[in-house]
């Protein structure tokens, strides 16, 4: 084994939206925290750039919700779906009782950026970018620490606590063989970005048209456009050539064919995300936590993964931070967390799994050119429009909004 080379009291593999919050929130209480993240940079494809009503929450409490703000986004305050030929809206996210209730579309990685900067403030926070965790040290049934390598070398972590935020093919999960229940997701999404032009309009939404569903999301100068499928499609629609897709789209999104060329050239400006809803029986063995698509991936329906990903980030923050800082961190702590993030867990889950199930399945199934059948769900929120709120409520606020612990330290 490679000797230890930093030790410290809680390392985190992962810098996405969990690994990056947790490691904010553990500094801001004072304690020495490593955060490794494999890539170089935060710079990578579209991967839900949105930050909801409950995250917005959080930087708030944390006193940057201002300063954020100032970096680029767009605000989406309701969501509607186009379904046939009528426009329901879904999501009403104004009357949320926050500060900002809306959902924030920001670059993830401009996000990232922010909470690195934040967190950097403090001395105790290590932020290793380019460190691939590779293994976990167990000792005596224990894990004791990590093996990563950065710029190809290996070097060793010892800590009180390892945290797996390492997304949902979180390899320190397998490494560390905690079971892994899957709750099965029949649809998989076409990802791709089209400019958009000064008349089109602002609204972000869904189109639902009998065998065919499409999203797309106002970011500015683009659109971020999600075309969802049956599972395992991908093949058969590439197949067909891009011209197919293209036209496809065009009539979706009820665009000018000429205008996809230029952002549609081929399908290598189409990524497909391979949809997967999964979780954890348990998220943790003795010194290793799972948090975030770590311990549940989530499927993209009410893009909420990244919200999730941040209320386990600040539950575990409340839960584990005097623990640490006492040096009596034990099992009890861990199994702690996990009680408090699984019932909001379920709930997230078993909604999404009901969206695919009850509303996107069903539409993907229908023949084309049918008239569109208005699922029951949107069918009764049409009839009563208060009902907005509960969607609203689900997808802005999650099931147990989590709040931060006052007293964290100035930074340094
Ligand atoms: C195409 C796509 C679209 C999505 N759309 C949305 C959306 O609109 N809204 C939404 O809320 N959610 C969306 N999601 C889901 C969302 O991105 C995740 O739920 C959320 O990012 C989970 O955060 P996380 O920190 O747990 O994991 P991740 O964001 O996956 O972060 C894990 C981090 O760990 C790093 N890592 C992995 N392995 C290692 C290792 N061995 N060593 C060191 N670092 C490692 C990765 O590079 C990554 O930075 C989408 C996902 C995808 C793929």
């Given amino acids: 084994m490679t000797e230890p080379a930093i030790r410290t009291t809680c390392c985190i593999a992962g810098?996405?939206?969990?690994?990056?919050?947790?490691?904010?929130?553990?500094?801001?209480?004072?304690?020495?925290?490593?955060?490794?993240?494999?890539?170089?940079?935060?710079?990578?494809?579209?991967?839900g750039?949105?930050?909801?009503?409950?995250?917005l929450q959080v930087m708030h409490e944390l006193g940057y919700l201002s300063e954020l703000l100032t970096l680029p986004h767009q605000k989406v305050e309701d969501i509607s779906a186009e379904i046939g030929d009528e426009l329901v809206t879904v999501a009403d996210f104004r009357h949320l009782p926050v500060k900002c209730p809306a959902v924030v579309l920001m670059p993830q990685w401009d996000f990232l950026d922010f909470l690195r900067r934040k967190a950097e403030a403090y001395p105790n926070f290590r932020c290793l970018m380019g460190c691939d965790a590779r293994e976990i040290v167990l000792r005596d049934g224990r894990v004791r620490g990590l093996e990563a390598l950065k710029g190809g070398q290996p070097i060793a972590i010892e800590a009180d606590l390892v945290v797996a935020a390492d997304g949902r093919r979180s390899r320190l999960r397998e490494a560390a063989g905690l079971k892994v229940e899957p709750r099965g997701a029949p649809i998989d999404v076409m990802w791709f970005r089209v400019a958009r032009l000064p008349t089109d309009t602002n609204a972000t939404g869904g189109r639902f048209d009998a065998g065919r569903i499409f999203v797309r999301l106002y970011r500015g100068d683009y659109w971020q456009c999600g075309y969802v499928i049956a599972k395992g499609k991908a093949e058969t629609i590439e197949a067909k050539g891009i011209d197919a897709f293209r036209r496809e789209i065009a009539s979706l999104g009820r665009w000018d064919l000429a205008r996809l060329e230029a952002d549609l050239p081929?399908?290598?400006?189409?990524?497909?995300?391979?949809?997967?809803?999964?979780?954890l029986r348990q998220w943790w063995m003795p010194g290793l936590l799972c948090i975030g698509d770590a311990a549940h991936a989530m499927t993209p329906v009410g893009g909420v993964g990244i919200n999730l990903a941040i209320q386990d980030a600040v539950a575990a923050a409340n839960i584990l931070g005097d623990p640490l800082n006492e040096g009596r961190l034990g099992d009890g702590d861990l199994a702690a967390v996990q009680r408090r993030r699984s019932l909001p867990t379920r709930l997230t889950q078993a909604a999404q799994v009901f969206a695919q199930e009850r509303i996107l399945a069903p539409t993907l199934r229908q023949r084309r050119g049918n008239?569109?059948?208005?699922?029951?769900?949107?069918?009764?929120?049409?009839?009563?429009?208060?009902?907005?709120?509960?969607?609203a409520r689900l997808i802005g606020m999650g099931a147990r909004p989590e709040h931060v612990r006052s007293g964290g330290g100035p930074a340094g």
Wanted: hydrophobic share 45%; aromatic share 6%.
């Fill in 49 to 55: 750039d949105t930050l909801h009503p409950s995250t």
């Fill in 15 to 47: 810098g996405g939206p969990a690994g990056m919050m947790l490691g904010l929130l553990l500094a801001r209480a004072g304690i020495d925290v490593v955060v490794m993240e494999k890539h170089d940079d935060f710079l990578r494809d579209f991967r």
């Fill in 371 to 391: 008239k569109t059948r208005l699922p029951v769900p949107l069918r009764l929120i049409r009839r009563f429009p208060l009902l907005r709120r509960i969607p």
């Fill in 266 to 279: 081929d399908f290598s400006s189409v990524r497909v995300l391979s949809v997967a809803v999964d979780r």
